[in-house]
T-cell receptor, first 114, second 113 residues
Framework: DTGVSQDPRHKITKRGQNVTFRCDPISEHNRLYWYRQTLGQGPEFLTYFQNEAQLEKSRLLSDRFSAERPKGSFSTLEIQRTEQGDSAMYLC????????????FGQGTRLTVV | GENVEQHPSTLSVQEGDSAVIKCTYSDSASNYFPWYKQELGKGPQLIIDIRSNVGEKKDQRIAVTLNKTAKHFSLHITETQPEDSAVYFCAASGRTGANNLFFGTGTRLTVIP
């Protein structure tokens, strides 16, 4: 499978715990995005990497959230001290080149904070 | 920033009929407009896209139209089939920086056999 891969698919955690999600983009894609999608809404941009550099962050990305892409390949999104409002689908997408091209999305990680 | 509005939020059509979903955007600098289909438990999948230098694009039963002056674009699905049932999202993307996608709130399409 050469698509965007996300792990885990589902995560249930207790409020206050830390969680980490992983995204493996399509191998030749140097652009990687994280989005958050809540029920009944469209995806909302969180952050963007070009290779290993994190170039843009949304105001939605509070200081409890951190994302990395250490070698310019896979990326991780960590949420510290989770809150019930963090419950959502976290989507990763990748794109091959500069400019506006198709963004390929992974299946997402559904986080439930109880 | 960009604001994308999408209507209707739900749409039911009989199999074989056409479905139309409409979106408006606010940023005149946006120049790329994709449409995504999302099935339950899956990530969004691109079904068609259009760039601002084109007014219409068609791919089999799916077409998209763009009116740059009015800042609106529409998705047209003809001869709908039950497997077209899903949530559809429009999006708009700017020219610079991350070319981040701004999504509408989605339309749940139900095709009744």
């Amino acid at each position: 499978d050469t698509g965007v891969s996300q792990d885990p698919r589902h995560k249930i955690t207790k409020r206050g715990q830390n969680v980490t999600f992983r995204c493996d983009p399509i191998s030749e894609h140097n652009r990687l995005y994280w989005y958050r999608q809540t029920l009944g809404q469209g995806p909302e941009f969180l952050t963007y990497f070009q290779n290993e550099a994190q170039l843009e962050k949304s105001r939605l990305l509070s200081d409890r959230f951190s994302a990395e892409r250490p070698k310019g390949s896979f990326s991780t999104l960590e949420i510290q001290r989770t809150e019930q409002g963090d419950s959502a689908m976290y989507l990763c997408a990748s794109r091959p080149t500069q400019g506006n091209t198709e963004a390929f999305f992974g299946q997402g990680t559904r986080l439930t904070v109880v | 920033g960009e604001n994308v509005e999408q209507h209707p939020s739900t749409l039911s059509v009989q199999e074989g009929d056409s479905a139309v979903i409409k979106c408006t955007y606010s940023d005149s600098a946006s120049n790329y407009f994709p449409w995504y289909k999302q099935e339950l438990g899956k990530g969004p999948q691109l079904i068609i896209d259009i760039r601002s230098n084109v007014g219409e694009k068609k791919d089999q039963r799916i077409a998209v139209t763009l009116n740059k002056t009015a800042k609106h674009f529409s998705l047209h699905i003809t001869e709908t089939q039950p497997e077209d049932s899903a949530v559809y999202f429009c999006a708009a993307s700017g020219r610079t920086g991350a070319n981040n996608l701004f999504f509408g709130t989605g339309t749940r399409l139900t095709v009744i056999p």
